[in-house]
Antibody
Framework: EVQLVQSGAEVKKPGESLKISCQTS????????IGWVRQLPGKGLEWMGI????????RYNPSFQGQVTISADKSISTAYLQWHSLKVSDTAMYFC????????????WGQGTLVTVSS | DVVLTQSPLSLPVTLGQPASISCRSS???????????LNWFQQRPGQSPRRLIY???KRDSGVPERFSGSGSGTDFTLKISSVEAEDVGVYYC??????????FGQGTKLEIK
């Protein structure tokens, strides 16, 4: 059974750094892309970026380029989303999702990680 | 950039009645390989999104037959033949044709009248 389990909710202050995780199981981690999707409070879904863990190829949504860093650790089948300096506007739910076929897009999703940034 | 425009944004439906959601793309979603990569997702309140339909009309495993997708080129539709209480939530279309620049529609909120 394919599973994506994300790290728990975070409360941070503006300017702090953060790295959230997405641990996968039930399939070969290096055979599929993994993506990150943002959902602002009460809003829709925004694709942030994707990574191919086999060779760490990364594609960012231009809207998020330079704002976040996506990475993966093949040894533990885990993908990451990282901020170096959080802003209040980063407060959102973040989902990871598997992409079995890149053109078909996201099939399995994690449960989401709520990130709250407040002074 | 490809823009997906959904309508309506709010859809009140009586239980047992049909529902239909439109998704229009600013560009053709026909890929050079001949396929059209348009998906539909359901997000129930407090839950993660779940894919219902991929490649316009293919239902994902476990998705009830009352959900169907259709369309071509730039115009697509998700239909629910007979709405049930568990169908309440927000529905999103998403294109993958123009990978890696995926795009989601803005979402349609389905509620029971």
């Amino acid at each position: 059974e394919v599973q994506l389990v994300q790290s728990g909710a975070e409360v941070k202050k503006p300017g702090e750094s953060l790295k959230i995780s997405c641990q996968t199981s039930g399939y070969t981690f290096t055979n599929c892309w993994i993506g990150w999707v943002r959902q602002l409070p009460g809003k829709g879904l925004e694709w942030m970026g994707i990574i191919y863990p086999s060779d760490s190829e990364i594609r960012y949504n231009p809207s998020f380029q330079g704002q976040v860093t996506i990475s993966a650790d093949k040894s533990i089948s885990t993908a990451y989303l990282q901020w170096h300096s959080l802003k209040v506007s980063d407060t959102a739910m973040y989902f990871c999702a598997r992409i079995a076929a890149r053109l078909v897009g996201f099939d399995y999703w994690g449960q989401g990680t709520l990130v709250t940034v407040s002074s | 950039d490809v823009v997906l425009t959904q309508s309506p944004l709010s859809l009140p439906v009586t239980l047992g009645q049909p529902a239909s959601i439109s998704c229009r793309s600013s560009q053709s979603l026909v890929h050079s390989d001949g396929n059209t990569y348009l998906n539909w997702f359901q997000q129930r309140p407090g839950q993660s999104p779940r894919r219902l339909i991929y490649k316009v009309s293919k239902r994902d495993s476990g998705v009830p037959e009352r959900f169907s997708g259709s369309g071509s080129g730039t115009d697509f539709t998700l239909k629910i033949s007979s709405v049930e209480a568990e169908d309440v939530g927000v529905y999103y279309c998403m294109q993958g044709t123009h990978w890696p620049l995926y795009t989601f529609g803005q979402g349609t909120k389905l509620e029971i009248k």
